[in-house]
């Protein structure tokens, strides 16, 4: 499969580097797992961060979005003109002051009105008013809009974030990503507001005032114009080119500082634990020296671009206002001339200088755009489904995730096959190679069969490689693949199948929804209890979760706390001691009714009559169901069709309990050690 290891796909920058996806199989076409291992949108392909970044925003634009921004732009619009005709009015009305006369306005078919001063101060001030009043308009419609988009971005981003690979969650930094994710958010916001509110309206008043300069003044005033813009626009790519640098170095900081503080907080109870408080704080404070150092050197950058824009402000108005008097006084030009140039020049420099700052603003926005582009550019899962067709059945319904991937010769028959054949799943481990890291072997050739409704029990000492071989099952990696490019020279990987379909060939979601699993280590969500164990099944009624609850003999304990179901676990579920929290993942496994069951030291954490207890519901709950189990205390797997022994990545020993005793290997020492003088543990008589 030249597809071998897309799960683990990075940037050439990490450390480890792996072999990229291939895209095709042997047969020249694309399989069902390699088809979704694509970049995170296909809109990124071949562009550069940024534009990335804006073509996720254009495909993230709803009707809504689109209906508040088109508004936003009509009245930007219609502000821009009132803004630069309004002085046009105020001209005339000095003039006509000054004169006594009224202005004569041509109108089309020949006919002509007459504005008197009065009349035209109304319309400067009702030109004001009204840019003013159409300006606090957009900010509702841009408002609104804006938090749509940020709306759907977040989740976007969620979904994306979510769908990498666990190779990628397991090297990055919880603060880190989470301050990336709101950094480019920002970003994006930043970017929207000057576009609207800045770059569009600048531009048409720029135009108009270059328009009724041109119209009513001497071309002086016009190259005064001209000049003055480009002196603006070499100020503005310098002013750019100075901050971006400073703003990556400053959105890379604060990132670092953030991700520092959140594992400080996540780890305060070790913290404390060690009184390792100050130096948990000078840790900190590193962090957030280095990102004030960055803002400091950021904020310089801006204020002495400020200070040039200050001088070309300065040159441009002297030079209008020059030309203006010396014209004025050789009777060239009236006086409401002057006041018209001196209120452009006033007006011009406003929008100039907002232009110049959104320059700067948008450097940095797009610096903090970049990282989080980065991030969206990374390969999701292979087999995972774009957000749209994403969805969990709330029951065993594997068909309907199936259906929502393209149909492919191996999703029908997983669909006919296991439509027929619900909860009786057959699981097939053919020669599995796996590596974590390159050159050093996990599993070295693993093979076993888990028949229909069978159990099979994996057994083996600590970092044997048994939960690796969920994980491998769960796709959480893939099964190593040829290393060389040609697809033949390197050792094969093997293949898992499930009922039959291999499981690169199934959709992600459909493979995962057929198998429930209780973890080594449970996580739980900080929300109620109730919520934690329906997690595998959205929706199920109270009774349901209850049912569960019992069946994990958590029901007395839960109704023994204050909210009873509703209690609220706290973050990772630490306020659930460590049996609890694993009583509420098995209750949870069971709740998802699955076609297959896969326990990893399910019961470790509890003690022995409790296990004893919740063993003899797991045996009855997954009666019939194909099962996985792995553990250390052997007591706890004597009932098993089959045991495997691992060790150090390979099958050692295979056979039922009593056959394994008999053999007098690795299990039956295991066995002795763990039974010698132990009492409380079932003994090999009991189980016979
Ligand atoms: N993400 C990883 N990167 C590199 N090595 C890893 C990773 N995860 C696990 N390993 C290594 O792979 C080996 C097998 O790990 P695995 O978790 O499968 O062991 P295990 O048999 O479940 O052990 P235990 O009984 O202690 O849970 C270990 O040596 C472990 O250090
Ligand atoms: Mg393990």
């Known amino acids: 499969m030249p597809h071998a290891r897309p799960v683990s796909t990075e940037p050439a920058s990490t450390p480890h580097t792996r072999t990229p996806p291939a895209r095709t199989s042997a047969e020249g076409r694309a399989p069902a797992g390699a088809r979704a291992a694509r970049p995170a949108d296909g809109a990124n392909e071949g562009k550069g961060p940024l534009a990335g970044a804006v073509a996720l925003a254009l495909a993230e634009t709803d009707g809504f979005i689109r209906a508040r921004l088109g508004a936003a732009v009509f009245l930007v619009l219609v502000t821009a003109v009132l803004a630069g005709l309004a002085p046009v009015a105020l001209k005339y009305a000095v003039d006509g002051l000054g004169t006594g006369q009224a202005r004569t306005v041509a109108l089309t078919g020949g006919q002509a009105v007459a504005l008197g001063p009065g009349l035209l101060i109304a319309l400067y001030l009702g030109g004001l008013w009204a840019s003013r009043t159409f300006g606090e308009m957009r900010w509702y419609l841009y408002g609104t809009a804006d938090r749509r988009l940020h709306r759907n971005l977040s989740r976007r981003l969620l979904d994306h974030v ?37 770059l569009l309206p600048v531009l048409v008043e720029l135009a108009i005032i270059g328009a009724v300069i041109a119209a009513f003044l001497d071309s002086g005033f016009v190259l005064i114009l001209i000049g003055s813009i480009a002196a603006y626009g070499a100020a503005f790519t310098l002013g750019v080119r100075q901050i971006i640098r400073p703003s990556r170095a400053v959105s890379t900081a604060q990132v670092d500082a953030f991700a520092n503080m959140t594992d400080s907080i996540l780890n305060t109870e070790t913290v404390k634990y060690f009184t390792a408080e100050r130096e948990v704080k000078a840790r900190y404070d590193t962090a957030l020296k280095k990102s004030e150092a960055e803002w400091r050197r950021f904020y310089l950058r801006k204020s002495l671009n400020g200070v040039l824009v200050a001088c070309v402000f300065a040159l441009s108005l002297g030079a209008a206002i020059f030309l203006g008097v010396s014209q004025v006084t050789a009777g060239v030009m009236t006086v409401g001339d002057f006041v018209l140039v001196n209120a452009y020049m006033l007006q011009i420099v406003k929008p ?19 990282k989080m582009a ?100 769960m796709r959480l990696y893939d099964p190593d693949g040829p290393s060389g490019a040609d697809g033949g020279s390197g050792e094969k990987g093997g293949d898992i199948r499930l009922n039959g379909v291999s499981t ?21 969500f900080n929300d109620s209890i109730a919520y934690n164990i329906a997690f595998g099944r959205p929706g199920c009624a109270r009774g349901e979760i209850e049912r569960a609850a019992k069946l ?44 297959i069951f896969v326990f990893d030291e399910a ?76 009492t409380n543990s079932l003994s090999e008589k009991e189980i016979a």
């Open 352 to 370: 100039m200088e907002t232009l110049g700052a959104a320059f700067r603003d948008i450097a940095y926005g797009a610096a903090f755009i970049e």
């Open 162 to 198: 979510i769908k990498l690979p666990m190779s990628f969650h397991l090297d990055r930094k919880t603060g880190a990503l989470n301050q990336t994710l709101v950094q480019g958010l920002a970003g994006y916001s930043i970017l929207l507001n000057h576009a609207i509110f800045t």
């Open 603 to 678: 019961t470790s954490s509890l003690d022995s009559r409790t296990e004893r207890d919740i063993l003899d519901n797991l045996i009855a709950v997954s009666r019939g169901m194909t099962t996985l189990v792995i553990a250390h205390r052997l007591s706890t797997v004597v009932h098993a069709d089959t045991i495997i022994v691992l060790d150090q990545g390979r099958i050692v020993e295979r056979g039922s309990h009593s056959a394994l005793l008999q053999q007098g290997g690795l299990y039956a020492a295991m066995w002795h050690t763990q039974h010698q003088g132990n």
């Open 374 to 473: 980065d991030l969206m550019a990374r390969e999701r899962e292979p087999g995972s489904l774009p957000e749209a067709d994403t969805h969990r059945p709330p029951t065993r319904n594997i068909s309907a995730a199936a259906q929502a991937a393209q149909e492919s010769q191996a999703t029908q028959t997983l669909r006919g096959d296991m439509g027929a054949a619900a909860g009786a799943g057959e699981l097939v481990f053919d020669t599995v190679r796996f590596s974590y890291l390159p050159g050093k072997p996990v599993l070295k050739g693993i093979s076993f069969t888990v028949g229909r409704g069978k159990t099979v029990a994996i057994v083996g000492g600590s970092g044997a490689g048994k939960s690796s071989i969920i994980r491998l099952l």
């Open 552 to 595: 994990a003999h958590i029901h007395d304990r839960v109704m023994a706390m204050p909210d009873g179901y509703d209690t609220i676990v706290g973050e990772r579920g630490l306020k659930l001691s460590g049996g609890e929290k694993q009583r509420v993942s098995i209750a949870r496994a069971a709740l998802k009714n699955p076609q």
């Open 504 to 524: 690169r060939a199934l959709p992600l979601d459909a493979l995962r929804q057929a198998i429930a699993i209780v973890p080594q280590d449970t996580v739980l």
